[in-house]
């Protein structure tokens, strides 16, 4: 069992930064991969970022390379995703979630927090 926390959203102007944070309990966080994803209204939720267990490899969609980083510290049972150069079309509610092979289908990835808003005004 897992139990995933998100932090971090919040209101920033377009062009501006955040962090979220994604903190884990349970056994099944280890040797896991860590992914984030994104729902905005109306849409289905979306492949956002994800990461291997080792932190060596990491995936991140097309529309967020180069703006958006992902990383992890397992000693802290957390990861992480660094938001730059956010865009309105980035105002979603953002999940953390568990899986154990690196991959963009929400379906492959057994457990998920409650999300953290983020808006970003134009």
């Known amino acids: 069992q897992v139990q995933l926390v998100e932090s971090g959203g919040g209101l920033v102007q377009a062009g501006g930064s955040l962090r979220l944070s994604c903190a884990a309990s349970g056994r099944a966080f280890s040797g896991s991969v860590m992914g984030w994803f994104r729902q905005a209204p109306g849409k289905e939720r979306e492949f956002v970022a994800a990461i291997n267990w080792s932190g060596d490899t990491t995936y991140r969609s097309d529309s967020v390379k180069g703006r958006f980083t992902i990383s992890r510290d397992n000693a802290k049972n957390t990861v992480y995703l660094q938001m730059n150069s956010l865009k309105p079309e980035d105002t979603a509610v953002y999940y953390c979630?568990?899986?154990?092979?690196?991959?963009?289908?929400?379906?492959?990835?057994?457990?998920w927090g409650q999300g953290t808003q983020v808006t970003v005004s134009s």
């Open positions: 979630a568990v899986g154990w092979i690196l991959n963009s289908n929400p379906m492959l990835y057994g457990y």
